[in-house]
């Protein structure tokens, strides 16, 4: 239908719709619906380009860009293929969906500052399509970075003291992890080989031949714990700590944008800097499998305590994120597959979820879980798409976390490590006991002492709730027809 060059044009099309948006949201402030038609104009832009960059990624091409050439070595380059557009494709029609329910939200609350927050939002999604379709190192480093700017001010939205502090914590992680670790990690990688670019084979990576196994060990940790979007613990806390956000905002870095960039750079540097075969032989897809099975099961644990809603959906993110990691890290081709589809399983459900809490809390200014007792009767969309989405998270059939769960027990058993196989059966037993208290809470739940059961409350805003519903079905559809993002799953290991 299109020439090769214009996929060549492509990927910085996809980018150029975010950052073009920017000035037209920021000239529209006073014009609240023009600004938010330039909003989805340009998700819808970003999404047109990548579903474009997908047929022709799936017709087996790979598009390979280089922008600037800052070194006669290096420069800053795309390249889109099978393994980028998974995130590429789940980030931006998400951007879609955020976008409509962010509009809810705001006004349903009169927030403050919204150009800002819509300008930040779109700074985000074009970091993470940056960080999709980075072809080296030094490009993904630098959305990495861009994308943790850009974040900034919306973690630290509502400027009072708990705002200030939640985003102090969040960019002191965040940098000083990618700062004091990954940039270092660049640096000496670098010097040993003089190429930062990934390599086209997974398994033999772009590590020299005759590098040191105590330097590699340490360039590989360097980067599982330097990249802190990840949430590998104890790189984590800053993720709860942002919970202070918005809830729209909260949706971005859980589901969206920021965690999701933390562990497609892990994975990505896993596969295509250090390859299967060095990390087969020097066993640090093992270690690195206990380490993260360590954070799935521990997050899940303090997730038990939490009553705020927000809280305890952080601490799920931090163990879900793990699986993602932990599948890649087994180096079996049924786990690295879990590892890798998880990243679509989870944005879907783990954004109804966080809209969902949002939708309850502009309904009814409630954040405990502890007082929903009644509201799915009064709310029931909202509180079946959280039923729906929490199925997911668990690992329950047809939704499309049971996927995850499946591939990653089958890469176990193909390991040969019994171990994984309790930690994943644990951390479902888990799943099940801090989210199915919520919809139980909801729907069978004592309406709180001095409530009558006519409160008043109904259902968030239909712009909220639609997008809520969306996901949620969205959720499930990825569990009938895994189908379709599994052929992009087996383009990068068959």
């Known amino acids: ?38 909003t989805f104009a340009a998700a819808g ?9 997908a047929g022709w990624v799936l017709a087996g091409n790979v598009v390979e860009v280089t922008l600037i050439q800052v070194l006669p070595e290096l420069a800053i380059r795309f ?3 099978a393994f980028g557009i998974v995130f590429a494709l789940v980030s931006s029609f998400l951007w879609i969906v955020a976008a409509a329910y962010t509009i809810g939200y705001m006004r ?3 927030e403050h500052a919204q150009t800002r927050f819509f300008i930040c939002f779109a700074l ?23 994308l943790s700017l850009s974040t900034y001010p919306l973690v630290a939205h509502h400027q009072d003291k708990e705002g200030r502090g939640g985003a102090r914590k969040y960019l002191t992680f965040l940098l000083g992890g990618s700062v004091g670790l990954v940039l270092p990690a660049m640096i000496i990688l670098f010097t040993l080989g003089g190429n930062l670019a990934f390599a086209d084979n997974i398994h033999t990576g772009i590590i020299p031949a005759g590098t040191g196994d105590t330097l590699v060990t340490c360039l590989f940790f360097a980067f599982l714990f330097g990249f802190a979007k990840n949430g590998v613990m104890p790189m984590h806390a800053w993720l709860p700590g942002a919970m202070v956000a918005p809830t729209p905002v909260s949706a971005l870095l859980h589901a969206v944008a920021v965690v999701k960039v933390g562990v497609f750079c892990t994975t990505r540097v896993m596969l295509y800097v250090f390859g299967i075969n060095v990390m087969e032989a020097l066993n640090l897809g093992i270690m690195a499998a206990y380490i993260v099975s360590f954070t799935i099961v521990t997050a899940s644990i303090i997730a038990m305590t939490r009553d705020n809603l927000k809280s305890r959906l952080a601490y799920s993110t931090i163990s879900q994120l793990s699986y993602i990691i932990l599948g890649v890290a087994l180096l079996t081709p049924a786990a690295v597959q879990g590892g890798i589809i998880h990243i679509v399983n989870h944005a879907f459900a783990k954004i109804t979820l966080f ?22 009767r009064v709310m029931p969309f909202t509180f079946g798409a959280f039923a729906l989405a929490s199925l997911s998270m668990i690992g329950a059939p047809p939704v499309g976390g049971f996927i995850t769960k499946w591939y990653l027990l089958k890469g176990a058993l193909d390991a040969g490590q019994a171990a994984i196989i309790l930690v994943l059966v644990a951390s479902t037993m888990l799943n099940i006991v801090y989210f199915a208290p919520v919809t139980f809470q909801a729907f069978f739940g004592r309406v709180p002492d001095g409530e009558t059961r006519d409160t008043g ?7 909220m709730v639609v997008p809520i519903m969306a996901a949620a079905v969205l959720s499930l559809l990825t569990g009938i027809f895994p189908g379709v993002m599994m052929q992009f799953v087996r383009m990068v290991i068959p």
Request: glycine fraction near 8%.
């Open 108 to 110: 349903g609350l009169s």
């Open 1 to 38: 239908m299109f020439s090769a060059a214009f996929y060549q044009t492509a990927p910085v099309m996809a980018l150029c719709a975010s950052l073009g948006a920017v000035p037209l949201i920021a000239l529209s402030r006073r014009h609240p619906n023009l600004r938010e038609f330039w």
């Open 124 to 146: 985000a999604l074009c970091a993470a399509i940056g960080v999709a379709f980075s072809g080296n190192l030094l490009t993904l480093y630098l959305f990495y970075e861009m």
């Open 45 to 53: 832009l970003k999404f047109s380009m990548v579903l474009l960059l």
């Open 457 to 463: 409350i109904r259902e968030a805003p239909l712009i």
């Open 355 to 376: 809209f969902c809490a949002g939708a309850i809390y502009v309904a009814t200014r409630r954040k405990k879980i502890s007082e929903m007792g009644g509201l799915g």
């Open 79 to 81: 390249k889109v293929d």
